[in-house]
């Protein structure tokens, strides 16, 4: 903040004689140098406790809300609380005396000279700010706040956190009949995408070809893990897509409870933006930015610290009523680039509050929270239940404790491969690694993974032998492998691949001169392939022999699959 006298030298010589005025100063023959020393020494001398007392209440509670926050406040922020300052040349001042009628509490401190404005640097940017000068603020028996560091640190869930005073007078809700239970599978699906990055080239904007293979396919909460990956450094970028690193196979090797601990550790500081992902919002332009982890912060700051029901309009109104500014430090809401999707409307101005800052922490609950395991909801997404796991975690206290891996694979005689959704991860992992993973059938299904001429290749590929395959299969499964499925493999490493199948369009003729003709024809003939005895052959493109066959007089009958 500033001196009394810096603060008072960027005022209008005018306004400077009406703050010597209130205090009974004569300072109409004073220019500005004169003016502003001696009002320096005047108000350094004022009681200032005992001036509160003698202010209109709402002034009082003016001046008490700017000491309460450090001395100061974003003048957009205390505006909308306190009135504006209206800003005027001294033409306007001398013909409209403001000081004499102030429209707000605001103005009312402006002229008594207990309010001033000025800008300063934030790790926002520069904000303009009301504030208190030093000398007036230590009256208070207060040090003046430092000026915010440049750059934020991510959530420290070991600092006390205080819960919002009016969650506790409300009467809590009705527990839902059939709640949504937090689920836990995010580290399953975490999992699938590092065992896939061990095969497939993964990248950013197609990871959609594994929907098949997760539990939960939301593009939303797919991009989330990924972006967990890449901030624990589980995966790294290469020329052929991300790959797993030895951080991933550390974590790969812990058990379920520790793995989600790890995840809402990383979500805590995570790179990724949720306001970019918001549900009926869509940001644009490249002129702005927010801060994630203001958003986290200002609502795990809100949320009680026991297990209870609490309304998500509840929470979301408590914020707004305490800390509505925790992602606009300046409280200017007029920069963001933010269109309704209903409306196709821009959300600007602080009306637009519930549709921005509101849904985002909705967002924040039902998305992130929830498929990180750290809350349950009701079927409506209305209400939602802090877990347990979500308690332990800001407590700083050990993840819970719970039954998790060691359930053994089967391994099927036709080369399928059972994984439980609660076996190691680890071994899934390796699973992925010598076998093609088939569609996920669903929760408490076992993973489905076949063992393909292509999986052993790609093995072998990676040094990893047709015998280490077997050996490995009869260890994590914890029996002997069916004979035929061991001679299969081991026929494959000594042969290679001696068999094939394929799907194929195959054209059958009743006598073997159509066939001849048809070869024999320079607009047919590039669509015939390999022959299948003297009445049928592969066909190439079937649609386009069937318009040559017809332009020669021959039509042909499409069979339907499975049709003879």
Known sequence: ??????????????VLRVIGEWWEM??????????????TQALAQL????????????????????????????????????????????????????????????????????????FDK?????????YLPDELYRQLGLTPAPSPPPARAPIRVSEPRPTLASLDVLPPPTAPAAPVAAPVDAVDDLTTILAAAQTIPLQEDNLDRLDYLLLNSDARRRGLLLTLAWDMKMLRQTDNGFKPTRAGVTWLQKGREAQLRD????????????????????????????????????????????VGWLRLADVIAGIKEHTPDFQRLDGNYDTWYIRDVATNQFLTGFDSWDLVEGRLLAFLITGPLHWLGLCDLDAAGELFRPTERMLAWL??????????????????????????????????????????????????????????????????????????????????????LP??????????????????????????????????????????QP?????????????????????????LGLLLEVAESGQP
């Open 1 to 14: 903040m500033r001196s009394l006298s810096q603060a008072l030298a960027d005022h209008e010589l005018i």
């Open 26 to 39: 004569d300072l109409s023959g004073a220019d500005k140098g004169a003016c502003v020393p001696a009002l």
């Open 47 to 118: 009681d200032l406790q005992e001036e509160i007392s003698y202010l209109p209440p709402e002034e009082a509670e003016a001046l008490q809300a700017l000491a309460q926050q450090g001395g100061r406040i974003p003048v957009s922020i205390y505006s909308r609380k306190f009135g504006e300052v209206r800003q005027m040349g001294p033409g306007r001042m001398e013909q409209e005396e403001p000081w004499l009628d102030p429209v707000s509490p605001a103005e009312g401190l402006w002229y008594r000279g207990f309010l001033y404005r000025g």
């Open 122 to 130: 934030t790790a926002d940017g520069m904000v303009e700010f009301f």
């Open 263 to 306: 995840l809402a550790e990383a979500w805590s500081g995570s790179s990724w933006n949720e306001l970019r992902y918001t549900p009926g919002l869509v940001c644009e332009g490249s002129g702005w930015e927010n801060d994630a982890l203001l958003a986290r912060t200002a609502l795990l700051d809100g949320l009680p610290r026991d």
């Open 395 to 480: 407590r700083l206290a050990p993840p819970p404790t719970a039954a998790d891996g060691g359930a053994p694979l089967l391994v099927m005689p036709e080369g399928t491969l059972l994984v439980p959704q609660n076996a190691s991860r680890y071994e899934r992992f390796q699973v992925a690694r010598v076998a093609e993973a088939q569609p996920v059938a669903g929760p408490d299904r076992p993973y489905l993974y076949r063992l393909t001429p292509v999986s052993l290749q790609e093995a072998q590929n990676q040094g990893i032998m047709p015998a280490r395959v077997l050996e490995f299969l009869a260890k994590v499964s914890g029996q002997d």
């Open 483 to 524: 004979p035929g499925l061991r001679r299969a493999v081991e026929r494959w490493g000594e042969q290679g691949t001696e068999a094939r199948l394929q799907h194929v369009t195959i054209l059958r003729v009743s006598q073997p001169a159509i066939l001849d003709k048809l070869r024999a024809n320079p607009k047919t």
């Open 527 to 551: 669509y015939l392939g390999e022959s299948l005895g003297d009445l049928a052959v592969v066909v190439t493109d079937w649609r386009k022999l069937q318009q040559m066959t017809t332009q």
